[in-house]
């Protein structure tokens, strides 16, 4: 019993104190990616991104200083074309956890004046930011990485939280493959 309450007690603080970002990657397995040293962003679709001005700036500049940190340079005759797509949707966790207290007896479970037990309400933010690396011949989407987390609405963390989902998502580009 008291295993399960400890289990639940480190659940349910994990899940409230952490702030993960999973991210999935995906590519085409006939593309040899050291052939990309350049790259350059598709304005297009970087205009349709659904945030702030800001926030779009923000992504470019930490996109741009991971790109460099892997020897990546921007060009106007690119070998990569940089895309990034933006959604964000409200989320509510709730969490319930049963009263424990001191019982009859001596330590920890159940007692009869210990009723019901409590619900923990917490909103937040999840945001999904994708980037697509497209060739800049064939226009074909060879890479994309998506990172889904939480987001911060205090702007003294927006640019953390933003280069944390850039540098999370671009630790999987350039794949590692098998040599053939």
Same mark, same amino acid.
């Given at each position: 019993?008291?295993?399960?309450?400890?289990?639940?007690?480190?659940?349910?603080?994990?899940?409230?104190?952490?702030?993960?970002?999973?991210?999935?990657?995906?590519? &085409?397995?006939?593309?040899?990616?050291?052939?990309?040293?350049?790259?350059?962003?598709?304005?297009?679709?970087?205009?349709?991104?659904?945030?702030?001005?800001? &926030?779009?700036?923000?992504?470019?500049?930490?996109?741009?200083?991971?790109?460099?940190?892997?020897?990546?340079?921007?060009?106007?005759?690119?070998?990569?074309?940089?895309?990034? !797509?933006?959604?964000?949707?409200?989320?509510? &966790?709730?969490?319930?956890?049963?009263?424990?207290?001191?019982?009859?007896?001596?330590?920890?479970?159940?007692?009869?004046?210990?009723?019901?037990?409590?619900?923990?309400?917490?909103?937040?933010?999840?945001?999904?930011?994708?980037?697509? !690396?497209?060739?800049?011949?064939?226009?074909? %989407?060879?890479? =994309?990485?998506?990172?889904?987390?939480? %987001?911060? =609405?205090?702007?003294?963390?927006?640019?953390?939280?933003?280069?944390? !989902?850039?540098?999370?998502?671009?630790?999987?580009?350039?794949? =590692? =493959?098998?040599?053939?």
């Amino acid at each position: 019993m008291k295993k399960l309450f400890l289990l639940t007690a480190v659940l349910a603080l994990c899940l409230t104190s952490c702030s993960t970002i999973r991210v999935n990657a995906d590519y &085409d397995k006939e593309v040899t990616f050291s052939q990309y040293k350049t790259y350059a962003y598709q304005k297009a679709a970087i205009d349709k991104a659904a945030i702030s001005d800001l &926030d779009k700036r923000r992504i470019l500049r930490s996109i741009d200083e991971v790109m460099a940190t892997k020897g990546f340079t921007k060009s106007e005759t690119p070998d990569l074309i940089v895309s990034i !797509f933006t959604q964000e949707k409200e989320q509510v &966790d709730v969490i319930q956890s049963p009263m424990w207290g001191w019982g009859w007896g001596w330590g920890w479970g159940w007692s009869p004046w210990a009723w019901g037990g409590f619900n923990s309400v917490y909103q937040y933010v999840e945001g999904k930011l994708t980037i697509d !690396f497209r060739d800049a011949k064939t226009k074909e %989407l060879i890479w =994309q990485g998506v990172g889904e987390g939480e %987001l911060t =609405q205090r702007m003294e963390k927006k640019d953390a939280n933003i280069k944390e !989902f850039v540098t999370k998502i671009l630790e999987h580009y350039p794949p =590692q =493959q098998e040599k053939k």
